[in-house]
C-alpha cells in the first residue's frame, strides 16, 4: 500500500482531506484523513491547509485538481442514481470512500474493485473506525488487466440492469492493451442506460511538461513519480471504442469544470480529459 501505485491512492486521499478543511470544500471526506494517518510515510503531509503556501505544486496545485475531480464525479455518480441506476462500480477505487460518503438513494449497490492489497488496507481502517457505509457497499480484490468481470458478477453485478462505471485515476496506471479490454469487458455487462466516468490523458507529455514542478515536487518530496507511474507508449482511443459499441461520450478538460482552475505554461493537466459516456439500446 506505501509503495508504487498503492501510494498514489494515499495521494488522492490526502487531497481530499485537505479538501475537507478548506473553507467552502468542493467535496468533505471525513474517511481521507484516516487512511493517510495510517499508512507509514506519510507523516509529514500538511494537515492544516491555511499553511500551505498558494501555488504549492504538490498540496495547491495538484491537490486542487484531485478536489475538482471528486466533486465532478460525485455529481455524475449521484445523476446517474437520479435517473435510476442502483448499480455502482468504482474501478481502481483506491480509497475512494463514495459508498461511505454520498446520499445513494435505498437499494444502491457499491462495488469497489482494486488490488488484494489496497482493498485489505482500506478495510483495516474503516474497521477500525466502525464505519457504516450508506449503500450495500461490495469489495472486489481483482487486477484490472487480468479477469475482474467474473469476480464482479460473482459478487452479484446483474448484466441486466443498467450501471454507473467509474474509472478515476485509472486508467493513466494501465497500458493501452489493458484500457482498451476493460472497456470492452464493461461494455459487455452493461444494459442500455448505463454510464461510464473515466480520467485519460491524450498523449505522451513533452519534455517541458514532464519536468512541471507538480510532477518533479510529488517525486521529490513524496517520493511518488507518476511519470515512472504512468503506462508509457500511445494511448488508445477509448472514446472512439464506446461509440463504436452504441455509447455517446462527452469529452471536457478540467478547466471546463471550474473557472478557479486555470492552465499554466506546460501544464501537466492540459492533456486531462475527463470522459463522461452513456450507453444507449442499438437501432
Ligand atoms: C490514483 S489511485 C486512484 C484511486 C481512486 N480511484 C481515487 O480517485 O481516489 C489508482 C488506483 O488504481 C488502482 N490500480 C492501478 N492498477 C490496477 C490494477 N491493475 N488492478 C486493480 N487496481 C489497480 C491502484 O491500486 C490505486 O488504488
Redo the contacts with the bound molecule.
Sequence with gaps: MGTG??R??L???HA?ALESRRPRPLAVDPFAEHFVRAAPGCADWPRDPSRIAPGDPVWDRLAGY?AL??RVLDVHLLSATLAGTRQVV???????ARAHRLPWPAGTTVWE???PE?LRFKQDVLDGLAAAPRADRRPVP????AD?TGPLTATGLDPTRPVAW?????L???PAA?ELRLATALNALSAPGSTLAYEVKTAPESPSVRSSPVYAATRTRLGIDLLALFAPGPRPDTAATLTGLGWTTTTRTPFDHSPAFRPEPHDPFAANRWITCTKHPHV
Design positions: 501505485v498503492g498514489t491512492a495521494l488522492v486521499a481530499r484531485f475531480r471528486t468504482l474501478l481502481g477505487a483506491g480509497l475512494d474493485v482494486d488490488r489496497v481483482a487486477d484490472l488487466r475482474w467509474l474509472a478515476e485515476g485509472l493513466l496506471y494501465l489493458a
